[in-house]
C-alpha cells in the first residue's frame, strides 16, 4: 500500500507546538497479513527525533493505528516521532499474537530510526487499556531479551487480564448502578477476553503483574502511569497492586489520577486530555534528559 501524507494542526497541548505530517506505512506481513503503522513527525524537524511506539486500546479486539491520534499528534507535535501501530486482534488472533505483533512493530522501528527521522536510542512505548496492558508486556521482555526501552506510558492499562475478568464477571452479575463511564459495557468486555484467550490459565500468563510479582520480567524501565478517577473498566485498586509489586521489585513507576473523567478520557479534545498530554511530555523530557548530556 502506497504511503498516504496528511499535515495540519496538533492539538493544544502545551507551548512548543508544529504543524504535524503522517504517513501510513507497512510494518510487517505476518501470515500474508499486512500490517500498517501510522507514523507522526513534526514537519520541520532540524534533528533526528526522539522515537514514540503507541499501541491503541480495544479490548484487543477493535479500533485500530488512528484510535489515539489526538494524543499522538500532539506529541509529535512537540518533537517526537510516534509511531502507532495496527496488529492482529480479535478471536481469530488470540493471545499471545496481539503483543508477538508489537514486539515486531518495536523492533521495525529502532531498525528503521533513520529513514523515520528518529533517534535509535530513547525509544518509549505509549498505550491505553488493552493496548497499555501490550506496551507494558513488551517492556517486561519476558522472552524477548533483545527488546529494550527506555520507557513507558501505560493509560488506564489493564495489567492484570484474570482480575480484570472476575471483576467483570462480579459487575455483571450484580443489580444495576447508576454509570459513571460511558465506555463500561461488562457483557462485550467478558466477550472480548473469552475471545482472545483461551482460558484463565491463558489470561495469567498474559498478566504484567504476575511477571513482576513471579519475578520473570527482564526489564523494568521507568513507567507513567494516568488513572482515571471514573474509570470502571480497570479499578484503582488493580493499578495500585501494580505499581506496589512494580516498586517492590526495584522498578520507578508514577502514577496519576485523574479527576472527574473516564477511561480512555485522552483520546477526546478536552482539558482533561491536555492536562494529561501535558503531563506525559514532563515524564518523556525527565526520562531522555540523560541521553541528551
Not at 477511561?263 to 492536562?275: C, E, I, L, Q, S
Request: some cysteine.
Amino acid at each position: 500500500m502506497a504511503p498516504r501524507r496528511a499535515v495540519g494542526r496538533a492539538p493544544r497541548a502545551g507551548d512548543g507546538l508544529t504543524d504535524v505530517v503522517h504517513e501510513d506505512v507497512e510494518y510487517a506481513r505476518p501470515d500474508g497479513v499486512p500490517l500498517l503503522a501510522r507514523v507522526y513527525r513534526p514537519r520541520d524537524a532540524g534533528a533526528a527525533c526522539p522515537a514514540l511506539v503507541d499501541v491503541h486500546g480495544g479490548a484487543w479486539t477493535y479500533f485500530d493505528r488512528t484510535a489515539d491520534a489526538y494524543f499522538d499528534r500532539a506529541l509529535a507535535a512537540t518533537g517526537m516521532v510516534v509511531v502507532a501501530l495496527d496488529f492482529r486482534q480479535g478471536a481469530s488472533h488470540p493471545w499471545p499474537t496481539p503483543v508477538v505483533d508489537v514486539i515486531a512493530g518495536i523492533r521495525w522501528t529502532r531498525t528503521n530510526a533513520a529513514a523515520l527521522g528518529a533517534r535509535p536510542d530513547g525509544l518509549g512505548l505509549i498505550g491505553g487499556s488493552s493496548g497499555g496492558h501490550l506496551v507494558m508486556m513488551a517492556a517486561l521482555r519476558p522472552g524477548a531479551p533483545d527488546v529494550r526501552v527506555a520507557y513507558a506510558l501505560p493509560l488506564w492499562p489493564i495489567l492484570d487480564p484474570l482480575a480484570r475478568y472476575h471483576y467483570l464477571l462480579t459487575r455483571r452479575d450484580e443489580p444495576a448502578r447508576p454509570p459513571r463511564d460511558r465506555f463500561f459495557q461488562p457483557e462485550r468486555l467478558i466477550a472480548a477476553h473469552d475471545g482472545v484467550f483461551a482460558d484463565e490459565a491463558a489470561m495469567r500468563d498474559a498478566s504484567a503483574l504476575a511477571v513482576v510479582e513471579d519475578g520473570r520480567a527482564e526489564a523494568l524501565p521507568p513507567i507513567w502511569i494516568a488513572h482515571p478517577e471514573l474509570d470502571e473498566n480497570v479499578t484503582l485498586p488493580m493499578t495500585e497492586r501494580f505499581v506496589a509489586a512494580y516498586r517492590k521489585a526495584g522498578g520507578e513507576v508514577e502514577l496519576e489520577v485523574f479527576a472527574g473523567v473516564g477511561h480512555g478520557f485522552a483520546n477526546f479534545p478536552g482539558a482533561p486530555a491536555d492536562r494529561c498530554i501535558a503531563q506525559m511530555r514532563a515524564f518523556i523530557a525527565r526520562r531522555l534528559a540523560p541521553s541528551r548530556r
